[in-house]
């Protein structure tokens, strides 16, 4: 079983930055692959990024692409989403994801375990 807590600062203005972090309890993210998703009010869920935890390798949606990167500390047992010049389209709640499939997923039903999700708000 595997717990998932993300985190980070949740207000910023448009072209701000903001970093969340996903921190995993139960067992570390070797062999897995951690994604971050989003839901804004009224969407269904979508694909942010991801990160496959042995090769490091990532993965970003195109909406994304260029302005938001995903890292991961292996002492920390952590995935980290940095996210610059945000937009106010940016705004939804952003869950962390695990899947043991490779490579990661890009719709929610393949994931295993979920964080509780957080809020970030990007005011225009």
């Known amino acids: 079983q595997v717990s998932l807590v993300e985190s980070g600062v949740g207000w910023v203005q448009a072209g701000g930055s903001l970093r969340l972090s996903c921190a995993a309890s139960g067992r570390t993210f070797s062999g897995y692959s951690v994604t971050w998703f989003r839901q804004a009010p009224g969407k269904e869920r979508e694909f942010v990024a991801a990160?496959?935890?042995?090769?490091?390798?990532?993965f970003y949606a195109d909406s994304v692409g260029g302005r938001f990167t995903i890292s991961r500390d292996v002492a920390k047992n952590t995935v980290y989403l940095l996210m610059d010049s945000l937009k106010f389209e940016d705004t939804a709640v952003y869950y962390c994801?695990?899947?043991?499939?490779?490579?990661?997923?890009?719709?929610?039903?393949?994931?295993?375990?979920w964080g509780q999700g957080t809020q970030v708000t990007v005011s225009s």
């Open positions: 990160i496959m935890w042995t090769y490091s390798s990532t």
């Open positions: 994801g695990v899947s043991s499939l490779a490579p990661p997923p890009r719709t929610q039903e393949h994931y295993l375990y």
